[in-house]
C-alpha cells in the first residue's frame, strides 16, 4: 500500500467495528511503510492486511479483511500468505477476532489469552492526582526503557510517532521521579480508545486512567482493550463500569513472548501491538 491507501484499511475496520482512531495513518504506515498490503482486482481494491516488523525477531499482523462481497473466494488466504512471507522467521503476534480463530490455529498460531474491549460514557468528578505529568515530558529513553518490558520487541520508532501525534493526550505517572506507567488516550470513529495503559501497579493505573478520561467530554463513549489474565486490569475496567463489547484471542506463531502482563492494564492497539 501506498500511505494513502491505508486509509482504505481504516474505512473498512471501522466497517468491521473495529474503530480505529482518526489519526492512525501516519504512526501506522510509518512504523514499517514496507509491512502494508492491498489486494487488486482489475485495480479495485478487495482485500487487505498489514505485517509491520519490529527487527529482526517480531512482527504484528493486523487488517486482515476482505470486502464483503468478494469473499469465499481464496483472496484472503493469498494475501495472509504474502504477509507471512514478508514476516520471514520473526515470532508474528496478532488479536484474531472469533470468527478466524480456528484458520489460525490451522496456521500454527498458539493461543495466549484473551484481549477484551470494555466500554463506558466518560463521566464528570475524577480525581486528577499530582503524580500525573505529560508524557512528552519525560525523557524518551525512560518511555522506550518502560514498553520495552511490556512489548516483545523494542519499537521506539512507532513510539516516538504514537506519543507525538499532536491529536493523542499522553500522561506519564511519576513515582518521585522515576516513570511508574504511562498511557495515550485517542479519539477514534467513535468515542476515545486509552491505548496503552502501562502502570506498575493497580493504583497508578487508575490514576492515569482518571486522567486520560478527565480530557474527554462528558458522556463520550471511552473503550480499554484489557488482557484478560490481568484480573487487576478487569477490575479497574468494572470498578468504573466499563462493559464487554468485543473480543480478540492474542497468539503468536512461535512460543509466546515473556512480558510483564501485571504492569499491562491496556493494549496500544489490536492493529499493531
Known sequence: ???DEVGIAINWASAEGWNPG???????????????FIGLIDNEPVGCISAVSYGRDFGFIGFYIVRPDFRGRGYG???????????????????????QQDNYKKSGFKFAYRNIRFECLAAEDLRIPSSIV????????AVVAYDDSLFPASRPHFLNLWINEPAHICLAVMDDERLAGFGVIRHCQKGFKIGPLFADNPEFAESLFCSLVSHVPNNKHIYLDVPEVNTE?????????????????????KSEPKIEIGKLFGVTSFELG
Open 1 to 3: 500500500m501506498s500511505k
Open 22 to 36: 482518526n489519526y492512525d495513518i501516519t504512526p501506522f504506515y510509518e512504523a514499517d511503510n514496507n509491512g502494508f
Open 77 to 99: 488466504l493469498r494475501l495472509w500468505r504474502h504477509a507471512i512471507n514478508y514476516m520471514g522467521e520473526r515470532n508474528i503476534g496478532l488479536d484474531g477476532v472469533l470468527a
Open 134 to 141: 505529560s508524557l512528552l515530558n519525560v525523557p524518551f529513553d
Open 233 to 253: 486490569a478487569v477490575r479497574l475496567a468494572l470498578k468504573y463500569g466499563m462493559v464487554r463489547v468485543f473480543e480478540t484471542a492474542r497468539m503468536y506463531s
